[in-house]
């Protein structure tokens, strides 16, 4: 996608990727979808907790991408900006890293 185009956008550095992580969420809803049915039919725990696993798993990777393409669009064009929006981008990244660390 052109970056005039992404500018328009809001300028969200994964709107170039956006069928794709919309492809990958409803996936992940999916597998959520399967685990209440799990669950509801009284399915063994260790197989709800290997379904739960990919899940998180799927959901890590969505986090990483958004992370990626935040750094490498959102953070550079801040540095660009100046001193102040670039460290406030990357004040902003290390927050996000710390929460997806936690989670």
């Known amino acids: 996608m052109p970056e005039e185009d992404i ?3 809001g300028g969200h550095g994964y709107i170039g990727n956006k069928d794709d992580y919309l492809r990958r ?9 399967g685990l209440q049915r799990m669950v509801d039919e009284e399915k063994y ?3 709800i907790l290997t379904q739960v696993s990919a ?9 990483l991408g958004l992370l990626e393409e935040h750094m490498n669009h959102c953070v550079v064009r801040a540095a660009q900006e100046g001193d102040a929006e670039g460290k406030a981008k990357v004040d902003e990244a290390v927050q996000a890293i ?3 660390v936690k989670s």
């Open 45 to 47: 725990c260790i197989d």
């Open 98 to 100: 710390a929460r997806l």
């Open 55 to 63: 899940m998180t798993k799927a959901l890590h990777a969505v986090s």
């Open 7 to 9: 500018m328009d956008h």
């Open 25 to 33: 969420l409803r996936r992940i809803e999916g597998q959520a979808r």
